[in-house]
C-alpha cells in the first residue's frame, strides 16, 4: 500500500534528525568533533526544540507571540528547582532528569493555560504586546524571588535572603538575581536529540489531526470555521498549551546543561524570544523541518565564524538575507514546490 505523503514526509523530518545524530557521534567518536561544537551540540536541540514549538503557535495557529522564552525560562526553573529539592532522595540522576523535564514541561503547559485564557482573546499586534510583557514580567519575577526549603516546608520571598526565617536544616534553593546554582549537569546531547524526537512527534502528529486541521481552519478563516460548529477558544488554547510546554521542556533541557541558572535578559529575555522567531521566520512559517535547520544553522554559524574576527557578523549577515530569499522570492518558492513531496 502506498505510504501517505504526509507520513513519508514526517519519517524524513525524523530521519534528517537521526541523521545528524548519528554523524555527530561518529565524528566525536573519532576526534573530529572540535572542543567548541561539541559544546554547541546541546544547544542545537534546545533552539530546534524552541523552533518547532514556537511554529505551532505562529505558523500553524496564526498568531504571533513574543514571550516564548518566558514559558522556557518557567519550565527551566521549574524543573532545576525539582531537581536542587530531589538531589539528596532521588540518587538515580536519569530518572531525577526525566522527572524534571515532565515538571517543566508540565509547569509551563499550566502558564500557557492561564496566560492563553485572556490573552488569546486577543489578535495580531495586541496578542504579541502582551506575550512579550508576560516574558519580560516572568523574567523580573525570578530576579527577585528568593525561596528556601527547610523541615517546615518552602519559605518564599521577594525581598532578601533574609527574610526567609529558615532553621538549621534550611536551604536556599533560588537566590534572587543570582538564580540556582549548583543544578546537576544531566542534560546530554542523546537526551536532546530524544526530546526533540518526542517534539516532533507530538507536534507533527497534531498538527495532522483532527484538532490540527481545526487549528488551521482557525487559521484561514476564524469566521467559517465558527459557523461550522469548531470551539475557536478551546483549540487556540490547545495549542499554545502544547506550544509552551514543549518550550518547558526545552528550559528543562537548558537548565540542566548549565550549572548555574540565572534569569538575566540574554537567557529568556526579549531577544531570546525575537531570535526564536528569527528562527521560524527564515525556516518558513508553518515549515518544521524548516524550523530545526533554520535553529542549527544560525546557532551553530556565529561560533563557527569566530575565526573571522573582523567580519563574522558580516558573513552571518549575508546568511540570514540569502536563507530569507531562499524561503520567500518567488522563483525559490517555485523551485521548491516542484521537488517537493506534496507533489
Not at 229 to 249: P, Q
Amino acid at each position: 500500500m502506498k505510504m501517505k505523503k504526509t507520513t513519508k514526509s514526517n519519517l524524513i523530518t525524523y530521519g534528517i534528525v537521526i541523521v545528524f545524530y548519528i554523524v555527530m557521534q561518529i565524528m566525536a567518536g573519532t576526534g573530529s568533533l572540535s572542543s567548541l561544537l561539541k559544546g554547541l551540540l546541546v544547544p542545537l536541540c534546545i533552539y530546534s526544540i524552541m523552533a518547532v514549538s514556537l511554529n505551532l503557535t505562529v505558523g500553524i495557529l496564526g498568531e504571533l507571540s513574543l514571550g516564548h522564552a518566558g514559558f522556557m525560562c518557567v519550565g527551566a526553573f521549574a524543573s532545576a528547582f525539582f531537581s536542587m529539592c530531589t538531589k539528596e532522595t532521588i540518587t538515580n540522576g536519569a530518572i531525577r532528569f526525566v522527572i524534571a523535564i515532565l515538571i517543566g514541561a508540565l509547569v509551563a503547559a499550566i502558564f500557557g493555560i492561564l496566560i492563553g485564557i485572556p490573552v488569546l482573546r486577543l489578535r495580531g499586534d495586541y496578542l504579541a504586546i502582551v506575550t512579550l510583557a508576560f516574558g519580560e514580567i516572568i523574567k523580573n519575577i525570578m530576579n527577585v524571588l528568593y525561596v528556601g526549603v527547610d523541615g517546615s516546608g518552602l519559605h518564599v520571598s521577594i525581598k532578601s535572603a533574609s527574610q526567609l526565617q529558615m532553621d538549621e536544616t534550611g536551604k536556599l534553593i533560588i537566590n534572587g538575581a543570582q538564580g540556582i546554582t549548583g543544578t546537576p549537569n544531566n542534560s546530554t546531547f542523546t537526551a536532546g536529540i530524544i526530546i526533540l524526537l518526542i517534539t516532533l512527534f507530538i507536534i507533527l502528529n497534531f498538527v495532522n489531526s483532527r484538532a490540527g486541521r481545526a487549528v488551521m481552519a482557525i487559521r484561514d478563516n476564524r469566521i467559517a470555521a465558527e459557523s461550522v460548529g469548531i470551539n475557536i477558544s478551546a483549540y487556540k488554547l490547545l495549542a499554545f498549551a502544547i506550544s509552551a510546554s514543549m518550550a518547558g521542556a526545552a528550559g528543562a533541557l537548558y537548565a540542566h546543561n548549565l550549572s548555574t541558572l540565572t534569569a538575566l535578559p540574554k537567557n529568556f529575555g526579549y531577544n531570546m524570544s525575537i531570535m526564536i522567531l528569527v528562527y521560524v521566520v527564515l525556516g518558513g512559517i508553518g515549515n518544521i523541518r524548516g524550523s530545526i535547520i533554520a535553529a542549527m544553522l544560525l546557532t551553530a554559524l556565529p561560533e563557527l565564524l569566530r575565526s573571522f574576527a573582523d567580519y563574522r557578523m558580516l558573513i552571518y549577515s549575508i546568511v540570514l538575507i540569502a536563507v530569507m530569499l531562499f524561503n520567500w522570492s518567488p522563483k525559490a518558492r517555485e523551485l521548491r514546490d516542484k521537488y517537493s513531496l506534496k507533489n
